[in-house]
């Protein structure tokens, strides 16, 4: 069997008609497979921002600009009074692959356009500034053809269709309460649609039809100092419990509206400083995210028996070395390390209670390695350039005792440009 994944920006829905041999099988267990699927894009697959991407991940001392709304809102204070406007385009490529120990490999490989925007500018006082900024996170959809997936005592072979769409506002500020000295807060606000629907290979009538959507949001304060020895800057972004509204059709089943998916989205502590030594300057990040209160409370699907998730608290670190070129001109490499908060799942304990593990399409599935490349043109008569470019890449075996077997492979190329123009 043969297997393969496009890459579509349509929303499609099947229509629901189990097979009766397979009816009492699955209906048990398709709640679970429901946020398998669900999660194939789940974590974001890159931040927002091109200085961000060349980081290598999302970064409390390095982002600038509208993205600062972000990440660090004390950042802000770091733009000129003057109104900007910031705009980034750009492509993305990302491939992942499955392979189950007793199906052939999935493979899917996705090309989808990026782009962050964003407006700047001092408000009332020359010493407070404010952003507005928007990213959209996910948008497009995955059509995979014979993912292996456990629905009840054996593992079946499923076409599935996933869309997905994540659009998110930052609104933020950040006062100067000191020459040098920054803080900032705003809100993140997230509009979520998600969609999945799923078929039997070879069967001509669909098991299930879900839609989930609903708006969340988070708050995040920073603070930044600068001076000539060096720079220091920390930020806090709330987590958020995210509980979706939306309605099912299971085994042709009748529609019904029950808000008992739920995700998560983890308390981060970010923190970083950067030295300047000459024309060089070198920048160190960190993150730490709080994912384990969300071991819980995570629930599969929108009708799930079960609750919980085999997640954990991780340290996302990078460095970032910069070189003034030329006094308008600086180039910058960084490496950066991105470990999985996800253990395997599985079978909890004796008892049989289950929980969730990492799946097929999941970004943060896997332990990752970065690499980030920046031009950064400054100082133009128009206002700042910038090029960059970010590849993400990593891989585990789960073993037979997780929650879905197999070996996963996980590559992501961004290549984006932006500019920040005075107005």
Known sequence: MKTHCRFKFTNTFVNIALPDRLLGAMTGALAGFALTAGLAQAQDMFPAGVEAKASGMES????????????????????????????????????????????????????????????????????????????????????????????????????VENNDQTIKTALAASWSVAPGINIGSGIIHSMETRSISAQVVGSATAILDQKMSNDFTRGIAGIRADSKLGSVAAALTSSV?????????????????????????????????????????????????????????????????????????????????????????????SVANLPSPWGEGGTLNSGGTTVMGPGFGLSNGVDRHAIGLLAHSSDTRFGNFDVGMMNVWGSRTVS????????????????????TVNF
């Open 400 to 419: 037979a005792a997780g929650a879905n077997p197999g070996h996963y492979q996980t590559d992501i190329m961004t290549i984006t440009a932006g500019s």
């Open 60 to 159: 409390a001392i390095s982002t600038r600009s509208a993205p600062a709304a972000l990440y660090n809102p004390a950042n802000l204070g770091l733009e000129r009074a003057q109104k900007k406007a910031y705009l980034e385009a750009g492509l993305i490529r990302a491939r992942m692959a499955y392979e189950h120990p007793q199906f052939d490999q999935v493979f899917v490989e996705v090309k989808s356009p990026v782009a962050t925007a964003g407006i700047t500018g001092s408000v009332f006082d020359p010493r407070l500034r404010a952003a507005l900024t928007i990213f959209p996170a996910k948008s497009g959809g995955l059509i995979i053809d014979g993912i292996p997936q456990p629905i009840g005592d054996a593992t079946h072979s499923l076409n």
């Open 241 to 333: 419990r995210k509980t979706y509204l939306g309605e099912r059709s299971m085994a042709g089943g009748i529609p019904r509206s029950k808000p008992e998916a739920v995700s998560f989205e983890p308390a981060v502590l970010a923190a970083g400083w950067s030295v300047p030594v000459g024309d060089v300057r070198t920048e160190f990040s960190m993150n730490h995210r709080m994912w384990g209160a969300a071991s819980g409370i995570m629930r599969e699907g929108l009708a799930s028996e079960s609750t919980g998730a085999d997640i954990h608290d991780i340290t996302e670190t990078g460095i970032r070395l910069s070189w003034a070129a030329i006094p308008t001109l600086t180039i910058s490499g």
